[in-house]
């Protein structure tokens, strides 16, 4: 093997592991980020971020601290802090308050301690697993919520606390799993009622219940 080509690999490979290590580490942590769409932004989205982010169309970076602004922003780790957008997406835990058009949060459910705290504000709210309010028009969880959805439509796996329509009875509320609280809605539906009540028009509750089907008020046994 000649020279020129031992040092072409040589080269090959320093690039290669550059770029492994700049993919796997966050390349700089940051007070300030202006972002118009990713990644067209300073710093770049594999970023840590204390302070204040300005996304004009779209921002992203890795965990976020502090006050979070744009049309559409992304935090791919933790968020802890207010952000107020079009869209406000965070990929792991929330701990504060989003008020947007849609706020989304996939911070898993398995772990307890990985459960999202805080407000979620808007018309449709989304998190897999939340200690706090949804309050918009649609609210959603594919886990446990414990607190309050308030809304037209509420949506858990399982509830520790209330559900309740808009205007307190315009709503349709749905715990596939169980509740524990309350439901208030138009129509309200439980996999079954561990303690509490449900206050509507139709209430069901598929097992356990006083009554599977029974208007105005239903209950566990």
């Known amino acids: 093997?000649?020279?020129?080509?031992?040092?072409?690999?040589?080269?090959?490979?320093?690039?290669?592991?550059?770029?492994?290590?700049a993919n796997d580490y966050p390349t700089?942590?940051?007070?300030?980020?202006?972002?118009?769409?990713?990644?067209v932004q300073w710093p770049s989205s594999k970023s840590d971020i204390s302070g204040f982010r300005l996304s004009l169309l779209y921002g992203e970076c890795a965990d976020f601290t502090g006050l979070d602004i744009g049309l559409a922003g992304r935090a791919s780790g933790d968020f802890r802090g207010l952000s107020i957008g079009g869209a406000n997406i965070v990929s792991r835990r929330l701990v504060g308050l989003q008020v947007g058009l849609v706020n989304w949060n996939t911070n898993g459910y398995e772990s307890?301690?990985?459960?999202?705290?805080?407000?979620?504000?808007?018309?449709?709210n989304y998190a897999d697993s939340l200690l706090g309010l949804q309050d918009g028009w649609i609210n959603a969880s594919s886990g446990n919520v414990s607190g309050l959805q308030y809304g037209f439509l509420n949506c858990a796996?399982?509830?520790h606390?209330?559900?309740?329509?808009?205007?307190?009875?315009?709503?349709?509320?749905?715990?596939?799993?169980?509740?524990?609280?309350?439901?208030?809605?138009?129509?309200?539906?439980?996999?079954?009622?561990?303690?509490?009540?449900?206050v509507?028009?139709?209430?069901?509750?598929?097992?356990?219940?006083?009554f599977p089907v029974l208007p105005i008020l239903n209950g566990s046994l």
């Open 161 to 198: 606390g209330v559900q309740c329509g808009a205007l307190l009875v315009l709503g349709v509320n749905v715990a596939v799993g169980s509740v524990s609280g309350c439901q208030i809605g138009i129509v309200n539906y439980a996999g079954r009622i561990e303690s509490g009540v449900q």
């Open 1 to 21: 093997m000649n020279m020129r080509l031992k040092t072409a690999i040589c080269i090959a490979a320093a690039a290669v592991a550059g770029v492994s290590s």
């Open 200 to 210: 509507g028009l139709l209430n069901i509750i598929a097992r356990g219940g006083a």
């Open 112 to 124: 307890p301690g990985r459960r999202s705290v805080g407000v979620q504000y808007g018309l449709l």
């Open 28 to 39: 700089i942590h940051a007070p300030v980020m202006l972002s118009l769409v990713n990644p």
């Open 157 to 159: 796996a399982d509830v």
